[in-house]
Nanobody, 127 residues
Framework: VQLQASGGGLVQSGGSLRLSCAVS????????MAWFRQVPGKEREFVAC????????YYSDSVKGRFTLSRDNAKNSVYLLMNNLKPEDTALYYC?????????????????????WGQGTQVTVSS
């Protein structure tokens, strides 16, 4: 299983970006997918997760209401639309795949629960 993240860049505060994560290998429709982010010197932080069954995604409190996570099983991809970006959103963003047996709900925010990771895409928000 390989994950390829893209879509990062430099944007002004209040702007928007859409991150994409293309997955190859295995059965994408059975994977729960997530985005995490990390800044130097800090632990990787949960951003959002969408379960393999679809349904309402889960978000961290810091991005809820501004970010939208979606998946397209026909394209083996997930998308993170980030609106109203803030300087504190600046980080390296990673997509991650949780293959069966997938995490229980209480574990979706834990990096240890994910089996495959993309290479990261940098998001920089200027003030």
């Amino acid at each position: 299983v390989q994950l390829q993240a893209s879509g990062g860049g430099l944007v002004q505060s209040g702007g928007s970006l859409r991150l994409s994560c293309a997955v190859s290998g295995g059965t994408f429709s059975r994977y729960s997918m997530a985005w995490f982010r990390q800044v130097p010197g800090k632990e990787r932080e949960f951003v959002a997760c969408i379960r393999w069954t679809g349904g309402t995604p889960y978000y961290s409190d810091s991005v809820k209401g501004r970010f939208t996570l979606s998946r397209d099983n026909a394209k083996n991809s997930v998308y993170l639309l980030m609106n109203n970006l803030k300087p504190e959103d600046t980080a390296l963003y990673y997509c991650a795949a949780d293959t069966p047996p997938v995490n229980i709900l209480s574990e979706i925010r834990n990096t240890r629960g994910y089996d495959y990771w993309g290479q990261g895409t940098q998001v920089t928000v200027s003030s």
